[in-house]
């Protein structure tokens, strides 16, 4: 190609160039939109399509890590290339060709393992256009049940260790005493084996004079999993722990041996007081065990329900710019309003809707995750509101008007009269709303490390049926439940 002499016919040409360019980018790739999750050992399919569903089997299709180092699977002139694979992937990929004939760039990756945990990126190009895609993939495994054992006397107390293995990612440790209190780890240590999961040992203090038992549970925040042991250690563990106290001991034996009739008396008052201390010590111990049960069950209960409920969005409730995935999971900000009649039951200022479950008595908990943008201007909100709600009016958002919610406008606040802000760092991003129709509680709990955001005082609901509400005005912003597969909206 020649080039013209004069400066004007150059940049004229560089513009045409520019242009050309600009017009072969045509292709639109999408993946999921949400992290995907797979545990350490299962087999998992990583989706990416071409919205217009062409035909790829005749593209460069390539899937890579790393911005672009690694290749993970490589497909180019109907067949898969192995030569620039990474090792660590030989083997263990196939691209699904049976959806290449409709836009599908599926990759199944068999036997997950740590060192899959991360994003990859889905190219896919032919002679003029070039398009591509990013897919999250978050690798988990819960580990071993913990074993405990007694250290050493030290810091004033007995050290206790906790060991586990098996965790990916790094897993966190609570140390509780009898009455539910954190006990602080002195010392850790987190170590990956040669498979890259993780083996933990953590160190706590414990300190008293009674015997007591104590609590380590290891959890997978990621999968939302703990292991629990516990360890009971007697009192006598407790006096050794404190060398002076058997000084004492010998210097009030001598003292007797040489008092007489009043080291006599003085015995006798010690023996009675002895045995008031043993009735003591029984009945604080029985205590203190019923007390952690207790505890142990309502933390289990409440924090971390094992049968979650599965809800769903009602699309009869939904504000005509809402827009909901075909398997009512997922609701988005459309661009415009639809043309959807309106019927008494849809939401037609706040851009809100109902669950389709109702609620009138029991317990009973969702978990909402907030996709793409949690913070800055979003604007989003999750709670529960009574079925008669009003609807129409664009009214304040409070418990009396019957809404119980949290939302984030700026800052995370709970919507009460007057807000109030909650203080969250970082913002969580998957919520767990639980409502208490008996004792007329409305709780939201940080689905990621268990923590409390808000507590509505306690509520009289007369017997009305209560739904789960959720409030949406951002675009780039989506609320998904969780309990299914989200389908894209």
């Known amino acids: ?6 400066p004007r016919g150059l940049l004229s040409c560089l513009v045409t160039l520019h242009l050309l360019r600009l017009g072969s980018d045509g292709f639109t790739v999408e993946g999921p939109g949400y ?9 998992i399919v990583l989706p990416c399509y071409l919205p217009t569903q062409a035909d790829a089997r005749s593209f460069e299709i390539q899937w890579t890590r790393h911005h672009f180092s690694e290749i993970v699977h490589h497909y180019r002139n109907g067949e898969d290339q192995y030569g620039k694979q990474q090792q660590g992937y030989a083997g263990r990929t196939e691209l699904i060709k049976d959806g290449l004939s409709t836009g599908k760039l599926d990759l199944r990756i068999r036997g997950v393992r740590p060192s899959d945990d991360g994003q990859y990126a889905c190219t896919v190009r032919d002679a003029a256009s070039y398009g591509e895609a990013t897919v999250e993939l978050e690798v988990a495994a819960t580990g071993s049940v913990p074993q405990l054992s007694l250290e050493a006397y030290g810091d004033g107390g007995v050290r206790v260790l906790c060991r586990s293995a098996g965790w990916y990612p790094q897993p966190q440790v609570l140390w509780q005493d009898p009455s539910g209190q954190h006990l602080p780890s002195v010392a850790q240590r987190r170590s990956p084996d040669e498979r890259g999961l993780f083996g933990i040992e953590d160190v706590t203090v414990v300190t008293g004079n009674g015997a007591r038992t104590f609590s380590c549970v290891v959890r997978n925040s990621r999968l939302n999993q703990e292991r629990e042991s ?5 009192a006598p563990f407790f006096h050794n722990a404190h060398p002076w106290m058997v000084a004492l001991g010998v210097l009030l034996v001598l003292l007797v041996a040489f008092t007489g009739l009043s080291a006599y008396l003085w015995r006798r008052k010690v023996v009675q007081s002895r045995e008031l201390e043993e009735q003591d010590e029984e009945l604080e111990q029985r205590d203190e065990e019923l007390e952690q049960r207790d505890a142990a069950l309502a933390w289990r209960k409440f924090l971390l329900p094992e049968n979650p409920d ?8 939904a504000h005509s710019q809402l827009v909901l995935s075909p398997d009512r ?8 309003r639809q043309d959807l009649p309106d019927i008494p039951e849809r939401f037609s200022n706040w851009c809100c809707v109902l669950g389709q479950e109702g609620f009138r008595d029991g317990r009973h908990c969702w978990e909402v995750e907030v996709v793409g943008k949690v913070g800055g201007d979003a604007r989003w909100g999750v709670g529960v509101a ?7 009016v664009q009214g304040k958002l409070k418990p009396e008007d019957g809404i119980w919610a949290v939302w ?21 991003r998957r919520i767990w709303v639980c409502l208490d129709c008996t004792q007329g509680l409305v709780t939201f709990i940080n689905a990621r490390n268990g923590a409390e955001l808000f507590t509505f005082l306690p509520a009289s609901f007369d017997g009305e049926r209560l739904r789960p509400w959720f409030w949406l005005e951002t675009e780039n ?3 998904s439940l969780k309990g299914s597969s989200p389908q894209p909206v």
């Open 1 to 6: 190609m020649r080039f013209p002499a004069s």
């Open 408 to 428: 984030h406008k700026k800052k995370l606040e709970s919507v009460t009269n007057p807000r109030k802000v909650l203080s969250m760092s970082p913002l969580p």
């Open 329 to 336: 999971s997922t609701v988005r900000l459309g661009i415009r």
């Open 310 to 317: 599965v809800v769903t969005l009602d699309p009869d409730t």
């Open 386 to 392: 009574k079925e008669s709600v009003e609807k129409k």
């Open 230 to 234: 516990s360890l009971h250690i007697s």
């Open 477 to 479: 912003t989506k609320l």
């Open 35 to 43: 992290p995907l999750r797979a545990p350490v050992g299962q087999d």
